[in-house]
């Protein structure tokens, strides 16, 4: 069984342009991610896939493998699809390009279950962790998600869940992680497939396979890492670095 990550690495970003390319230590964010990916020992290969010259150049650089995406995308899951389409490999984990603090054993978490999963029922997995701040459950710019008695997705949203009616009812809200393990299959099954009506409203690609009846197992993990979406984030993302350097 051929495993492999593959990085999204897209340059324009809406609330930070170029972020992938600004310094977190002695190395860019994309460069510190790739680097991070290949430290796990976890896989076949590792591709970044990006839309920017500049960001081949590193990886490049670094001996990574980049490839140039063939043409514009909504998602992340689009882009790695069109990448890995020619390729003999059985899963793809996707790694976001902004997530240089990735923990092994969650990458490893979700290997598990596609490998153990013998008769290929499920499609995809991916991390959930528990919201312990409040603020972050009406927070837009986090995804919840909610799942059945086997872990299995329900529902993703941008809207607080689950509405509690009665706000005494000790009821955890978990915000979904965007690293995914896909079957290759299933990952360019959902590349043919047309944009779903929840996916556009929500703006939440794995709802395309929530509407497709496809199976994603959530694993609960303690490792929520630091997305850098904002400037913000970066120097964050910086102390952290620092200090565990």
């Known amino acids: ?127 959930m962790t528990k919201i312990t701040d409040p603020k972050l459950i009406d927070d837009p710019n986090t995804v919840k998600v909610i799942f059945d008695n086997e872990n299995f997705a329900i529902y993703f949203s941008r809207f607080g869940l689950p509405f509690k009616r009665d706000k005494l009812l000790p009821l955890k809200s978990y915000k979904h992680i965007g690293v995914y393990a896909f079957r290759k299959n299933a990952l360019i099954e959902f590349y043919n497939q047309d944009m779903t009506p929840l996916e556009k409203s929500e703006k939440i690609e794995c709802l395309r396979y929530i509407e497709n009846r496809k199976k994603i197992k959530m694993i609960l993990t303690e490792f929520e890492g630091i997305s850098i979406d904002t400037p913000a984030d970066l120097e964050f993302a910086k102390l952290i670095w620092n200090n565990n350097e």
């Open 1 to 127: 069984m051929k495993i492999i990550a593959v990085i999204p690495a897209r340059y324009e970003a809406k609330r930070f342009p170029g972020k992938l390319l600004k310094k977190l230590g002695n190395k860019t964010i994309i460069e510190q991610t790739y680097l991070a990916a290949l430290s796990t020992g976890l896989f076949d290969d590792i591709y970044v896939v990006t839309d920017d010259e500049k960001i081949l150049s590193l990886i490049d650089k670094v001996g990574g493998k980049a490839i140039m995406s063939k043409g514009n995308f909504d998602c992340g899951s689009d882009r790695i699809a069109s990448a890995v389409i020619d390729m003999d490999v059985d899963i793809v984990l996707n790694i976001q390009g902004d997530e240089p603090f990735i923990n092994k054993s969650s990458l490893s978490a979700l290997i598990d279950v596609l490998i153990n999963d013998k008769n290929n029922e499920i499609s995809l997995a991916s991390l």
